[in-house]
């Protein structure tokens, strides 16, 4: 069995299209496993009848922790681009997160501001090892930025709890921001 690309498959489907599988995610992303197995087993991708079993060994032997199951549902945790906002747990961050990003987003995001883009919500870190494993998936070395979290959750903005490595959060003005 190739988990990584059951893994891959879950996150296009849970993260980014479920329209295309005929799958709706609930408010706050879940789908039924047992559905999702179905959808995954009519696309005849593995060579074997995938079950929520695999779900579940593709979340303990994952480094990412990007997906999570409750009872009989499973979600992505972070990182959706659907249209339908998935609701987050609202949160108090830490005094300080960190986000990893390539040198040529430096100078427009400390002008602007960090910005969700195509997701729902900005990425953070919790520590600079973490941040710069994250911005290294697009530069092999990566700028780190210092979010002053906390601050900026003082000043109105949102700040959801996701997991022990991702923090979700709105946008970011500039003003909490520095380079590491």
Known sequence: MNYISLSKLMSYILRHHPEEFGIELDKNGFVPMRKLAR????????????????????????????????GDK????????TKQVVQQTPAEPPELLYHGTPWKNVTPILREGLKPMKRQYVHCSPTPEWAKRVGSRRDPNPAILIVEAKRAYEAGVPFYTCNDQI??????PPEFLRLN
């Open 74 to 81: 499973i979600r992505a945790m972070y990182g959706h681009s």
């Open 39 to 70: 959808k995954i087993n009519d696309t005849g991708r593995f060579d074997r009848r995938i079950t929520p079993d695999d779900f579940a060994h593709v979340i303990e032997n994952g480094d990412k922790r990007r997906f999570e199951i409750q």
């Open 167 to 172: 923090w979700l959060s709105g946008a970011i």
